[in-house]
């Protein structure tokens, strides 16, 4: 593309009371030799962007540098088809948190200014990514429980085909054996409707369902997913765009349970599901004879929120156990009904079905644990209540509840991250010498994944799908593939059914989205993909083995294989490879380099260092940016360069800041780890693990390692970034010099 640039200031917001505007031109005539450099008060409005758009009609000015705010705001104003556009962030990062009219404002806005130049030399407009095969707008849902179904017929009523596959004979899954639910508006256990939803499924035209079937195998990628189902023997491919797996829980095994909870001693001691599953058609009984129940106990929390069992809380077993015990209420009114729990959590309105159980009569004892006694034909509970502060016993019991929590069904199977670990460091392969953490991946026959990654979708804590439960719930390390219900984590049947409607949103935005040629979340619409100049491929495998989302698969003679519409263009294949030697249009080692070289370094004696922020564009930027809009003051020696992640982050950029002066380095990412926050899940830990060996660079240099820092920041953090800067910089300062400057 034959670039015309244009740069234009805003002098709107404070930004002309901080800085000198007219300077701020000269550096881009003078020094980028920009035909067209103009300034306006208030270039975010009509007649702003206005004199933007008669620039790229009359004088065809196509790559645009704005100097005025974020480029976290007014994107839609600032939007210009077939256009590079660069934000020069001189509001919230400059004139909102330096010290107005100083000298150092000015040099880190004509900083910014030079940058950005830098970079827009560097960049080409992307183009979208079109597979030669057409798009498939049909939508997988694996398991055909509530969530599933629900999946289903949403996906449905908004025009979508689906191909639903059960692996049961019948659909319905746990619900199937459900007599009444308890859900909104919790005034008293309701008929379960269940069938109402089965009928409506098996009616739609645009739902083809599979029951006794299961997946065998899921190959291609977003768009272009290649399924095939075997039922019965016979198999059926279909193409599908995205996939939803509802594929739900299964109760946690009640013969794990620690023995004084007595499961086993006694057939009327069973769990809440083994209830449901009881009496799921007439009389609540006991086990053992069929007597009516005239005692009973629920005991909750049976292994549940207890490291050694399941250590979190499955959130619907105290409303079952409500639900439970009214039916029993219901069938015989003067039962004496016991509820042994640590906590009842009945959030919200589930309170209303607290008070109703209360009002029934059912009676509620605080023990954190209770023992269940099992003796020839009679049953007891010995408690010690919290509120009376004395030991209760519970006896001629005829029937004890354990309230056992949910599992996932992903945690069923091997973890095959673990078979191939045991596997290498017995054949002692390169890979092993990646240091890349693996991902526990378990061979559960649910998705049959064709990924070199794995047959299923990576897991984190407790064996739940990968999936970010605030900023980007239902997604999963593999791009098109979204969790919903219990699969994803425990819930009800309200939340199921809206996680059932999310997961679909996601698999349809996907679809949209990839048919467009654009990114999924959360870089939504981006349209440029990762680029690899192959001829200096070394096969070292580094990308295949980095990129968090298994976009990039390997041909027999180990050549990297992009999958671009897997890929959700974070740029961690770009900071992995050593040869340099993959890139987007918008965003390449060079062209961070060049903005790195752009950045004035004064002479020692000057006494003004320079400190290179790498900040992750998802938080750090965004705290950066906060911290300009609360008027904090952070110190003026640093320099912010925006990364898609932190993982993206390649250490040659470590080595040119240092060659070229720059003082010091911190890298400003996300939290990783379990609870991470990295909108990439594993860049910033990715990016931490490259910058341990950053000192081997250092050291050939013979420079301090404490000059390239990393810290984990999110958006809300912003009130301790100033100090943490400052606190750098300071560090910096008492170091000494770069010895580089001025080479
Ligand atoms: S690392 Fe990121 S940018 Fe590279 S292929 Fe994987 S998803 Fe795409
Ligand atoms: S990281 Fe670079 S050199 Fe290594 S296999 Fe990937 S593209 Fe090739």
């Known amino acids: 593309m034959e670039k015309k640039t244009a740069v234009y200031i805003c002098s709107g917001c404070g930004i002309g009371d901080a800085l000198d505007i007219e300077q701020l031109g000269k550096v881009a005539r003078d020094e980028g030799s920009i035909p067209i450099c103009r300034h306006h008060p208030n270039l975010c409005s009509q007649e702003g962007a206005g004199l933007i758009k008669k620039d790229i009609e009359e004088e065809a000015a196509n790559a645009l540098i704005i100097a005025a705010c974020s480029h976290r705001v007014m994107y839609d104003v600032f939007d210009f088809e077939n256009c590079i556009v660069d934000r020069v962030n001189l509001r919230e990062q400059v004139a909102w948190c330096h010290k107005p009219g100083d000298e150092n404002t000015q040099m880190m806005a004509e900083d910014y200014l030079r940058m950005s130049m830098a970079k827009v030399k560097n960049m080409e407009l992307p183009e979208a990514y079109k597979p030669e095969a057409e798009i498939s707008r049909d939508i997988l849902v694996?398991?055909?429980?509530?969530?599933?179904?629900?999946?289903?017929?949403?996906?449905?009523?908004?025009?979508?085909?689906?191909?639903?596959?059960?692996?049961?004979?019948?659909l319905g899954g746990f619900q199937r054996n459900v007599k009444q639910i308890a859900t909104f508006p919790y005034k008293a256990p309701q008929d379960n409707p269940l069938g109402d939803l089965i009928e409506a499924v098996t009616r739609h035209e645009k739902i083809t369902a599979y029951t006794g079937a299961s997946v065998e195998k899921t190959a291609g990628s977003p768009g272009l997913f290649d399924v095939t189902i075997s039922q019965n023997g016979s198999t059926s491919k279909h193409r599908v765009g995205a996939v939803v797996v509802a594929a739900g829980w299964e109760p946690y095994d009640p013969k794990k349970l620690d023995a004084k909870l007595g499961f086993g001693t006694s057939p009327n001691v069973i769990t809440n599901a083994i209830f449901e599953e009881s009496f799921k058609e007439g009389h609540i009984a006991r086990p053992s004879d069929g007597k009516d129940i005239v005692n009973a106990a629920f005991l909750q929390c049976a292994g549940q929120r207890d490291a050694r069992h399941l250590p979190y809380c499955s959130t619907v077993c105290c409303t079952t156990a409500l639900k439970q015990a009214l039916r029993i209420k219901g069938q015989n009114p003067d039962a004496n009904i016991f509820v042994v729990y640590k906590e009842m959590r009945t959030p919200g309105q589930a309170e209303d079905l607290y008070r109703k159980a209360q009002e029934a009569g059912v009676i509620f004892i605080r023990c954190q644990d209770p023992q269940v006694m099992a003796n020839g034909g009679s049953l007891a509970v010995e408690a010690e209540d919290e509120m009376l502060g004395e030991v209760v016993l519970?006896?001629?019991?005829?029937?004890?509840?354990?309230?056992?929590?949910?599992?996932?069904?992903?945690a069923f199977g091997k973890d095959i991250?673990?078979?191939?670990?045991?596997?290498?460091?017995?054949?002692?392969?390169?890979?092993?010498?990646?240091?890349?953490?693996?991902?526990?991946?378990?061979?559960?026959?649910?998705?049959?994944?064709?990924?070199?990654?794995?047959?299923?979708?990576?897991?984190?804590?407790?064996?739940?799908?990968?999936?970010?439960f605030i900023c980007f719930p239902y997604e999963s390390r593999r791009t098109g593939i979204y969790a919903a219900g219990c699969v994803r984590r425990p819930m009800g049947i309200g939340s199921s059914k809206e996680d059932a409607a999310g997961a679909v949103m996601k698999a349809i935005q996907c679809i949209e989205l990839t048919s467009r040629g654009a990114a999924v979340h959360p870089r939504a619409g981006d349209l440029s993909f990762p680029e690899f100049a192959m001829q200096r491929c070394t096969q070292c495998k580094r990308c295949t083995v980095e990129?968090?989302?298994?976009?990039?698969?390997?041909?027999?003679?180990?050549?990297?294989?992009?999958?671009?519409?897997?890929?959700?263009?974070?740029?961690?294949?770009?900071?992995?490879?050593?040869?340099?030697i993959i890139s987007f249009k918008n965003y390449s080692v060079a062209m961070i380099g060049a903005m790195i070289k752009a950045i004035e370094v004064p002479e020692e004696d000057e006494e003004k260092p320079r400190i290179l922020v790498l900040a992750c564009e998802n938080d750090a930027y965004g705290a950066l940016d906060m911290a300009g809009l609360h008027r904090m003051n952070y110190n003026p020696w640093v320099?912010?360069?925006?990364?898609?992640?932190?993982?993206?982050?390649?250490?040659?950029?470590?080595?040119?800041?240092?060659?070229?002066?720059?003082?010091?380095?911190?890298?400003?990412?996300?939290?990783?780890?379990?609870?991470?926050?990295?909108?990439?899940v594993k860049g910033s830990e990715l990016a931490d693990i490259r910058l341990s060996k950053v000192s081997e660079t250092l050291d050939r240099l013979a420079l301090e390692s404490d000059r390239v820092r990393y810290e984990t920041v999110s958006i809300i953090d912003y009130d301790r970034l100033p100090a943490l800067l400052d606190e750098f910089a300071k560090k910096i300062d008492e170091i000494g010099p770069n010895p580089f400057k001025g080479w």
């Open 394 to 410: 519970l006896d001629s019991l005829d029937l004890v509840v354990l309230a056992t929590g949910m599992v996932p069904v992903t």
């Open 639 to 680: 320099r912010v360069i925006p990364m898609r992640c932190l993982g993206s982050m390649n250490l040659v950029w470590i080595a040119d800041s240092m060659s070229r002066g720059i003082d010091g380095v911190i890298l400003l990412g996300c939290k990783h780890g379990d609870d991470y926050q990295c909108h990439f």
């Open 417 to 468: 991250a673990k078979e191939e670990k045991e596997k290498k460091e017995k054949e002692k392969k390169e890979e092993e010498e990646l240091e890349v953490p693996l991902d526990v991946i378990r061979r559960s026959n649910i998705l049959n994944l064709e990924y070199r990654q794995g047959p299923e979708l990576p897991a984190l804590r407790y064996d739940f799908p990968d999936s970010h």
């Open 547 to 580: 990129c968090p989302f298994g976009a990039i698969n390997e041909d027999a003679e180990f050549n990297p294989l992009p999958q671009p519409t897997r890929c959700r263009r974070c740029g961690v294949c770009m900071g992995a490879c050593p040869e340099r």
């Open 142 to 170: 694996v398991g055909g429980g509530l969530t599933g179904m629900t999946s289903a017929l949403a996906a449905a009523k908004a025009g979508y085909s689906v191909v639903l596959v059960e692996k049961a004979p019948e």
